[in-house]
């Protein structure tokens, strides 16, 4: 019988369970690359009372910026510790925002979605990040800019990211429809569809 | 669809053969496995005698109903997991398998578009599944594949996907050593080379894409270029861990 003997064992507390390190940086995506040129891009944030708030790429590097250095874990079980990232804070675009609703849903370029609660985004744990690493961020890594949410699960933190659209209900995104979890806590392994029954506990 | 399952099940390996001299099939007989689409993957977890436990995603070369499951593994050179898989799992051994994951590349029998399929090396096996699942059903599209791989000898499955030629045609690309007497240079997949190899834009395919990160960054680019809609190309990328 082959015995496992595992190279890379970690005590380092910041490793979720099931989490990996590793140095580089995958990607995860389900389609080609968007090309988009910052003229064109626009931000916004959608609520129910009809209300869009936008801001155009000049507008949005106008706004304070934070750096952020955080660890980020993605589903398919790799995590990379201490990237750095500057971007506006979410708590910095919803102060010009009023809503009643709990949920959103993030929108990106090339269509695809997913779902977040609000408290989940606000609070200083969510940002509209634009430079990884002290450059503009690559295309292929979500560039001109996505969403941060280093807290949960990396494809919570949609690439390519073009706006926000309140919602009623934690209503599941295009990831979230495809199997990954309604929510996506790497602390609690919220990895696959667990809104569903789980048959083997 | 079946719906995926999220515990852990104990797999045996029941069947292993090499593919490359760096790459190995692995067929593990899972009790209660619920049966696969094709393009699907599996998160695969192995747990030293004291604990530590190490889990890695791959995708399945399998598909369909049964309990077993068959994975073609790459060594990474620096990896934890793939050496020991490649080079080290032997016949009755265990592992755990969590199952099956991802709804989105995939692969279903009714879909009337016809199907383009492209890889880039390893990242043939869930392509391999779909060429299968297309071999096995009754109402089906035209497919076709195009495996783009560095030398003849890094082919995985190269017996099997020759006995589809007349369903699904595979188109050989060679990147680093053509055969001898090969008629294309090797090199990198060109915008010309997927214009002149792959269904054209007009017979509006779906594409499925998969094999390494700057691969499937290329490929996908210059597929739009081509003319195809971003929206009918489906990628799946691997690399770097």
Known sequence: MAVFGGRRRSDDPALPPGQHLTESFPVLSAGPTPVINTHDWEFFIHTEDRQTHRWNWTEFLELPAEDVSTDIHCVTSWSKLGTSWRGVSLDTLFAQVTTQLDYVMAHSFGGYTTNLPLTDILGGRAWIAYEYDGAPLDPEHGGPARLLVPHLYFWKSAKWVRGLVMQHDDKPGFWEENGYHLHGDPWREERYGAWREDPYG | ?241
């Open chain 2, 1 to 241: 669809m079946i719906p995926a399952s999220f515990g852990w099940r104990s797999g045996t390996l029941s069947g292993a053969r090499r593919l490359t001299p760096s790459a190995r099939s692995l067929t593990f007989r899972v009790p209660g496995w619920p049966g696969n689409e094709a393009g699907q993957h599996v998160d695969v977890r192995l747990t030293a005698p004291d604990g530590y436990r190490a889990v890695r995603s791959y995708s399945m070369a399998s598909v369909g109903d049964g309990d077993e499951v068959e994975l073609a593994v790459a060594r990474l050179p620096d990896g934890e997991v793939s050496p020991f898989l490649v080079d080290e799992l032997e016949l009755g051994d265990r592992v755990e398998l969590r199952g099956p994951l991802g709804g989105f590349f995939v692969w279903r029998s009714g879909q009337a578009q016809c199907t383009q399929l492209i890889a880039g090396g390893s990242g043939v096996v869930p392509l391999v599944a779909m060429v299968r699942a297309h071999a096995a059903a009754d109402d089906r599209a035209p497919m076709q594949l195009l495996y783009s791989l560095r030398t003849p000898a890094d082919a995985f499955y190269a017996d099997e996907l020759g006995g589809f030629t007349a369903t699904v045609p595979t188109t050989w690309h060679y990147t680093r050593t053509p055969p001898p007497g090969g008629d294309r240079p090797a090199g990198r997949l060109t915008e010309h080379d997927l214009r002149e190899q792959t269904l054209p834009v007009e017979n509006e395919p779906l594409i499925y894409v998969c094999g390494p990160t700057g691969f499937v960054e290329a490929v996908s680019h210059q597929l739009v270029s081509l003319g195809h809609a971003a929206a009918s190309v489906r990628t799946e990328r691997f690399g770097g861990v």
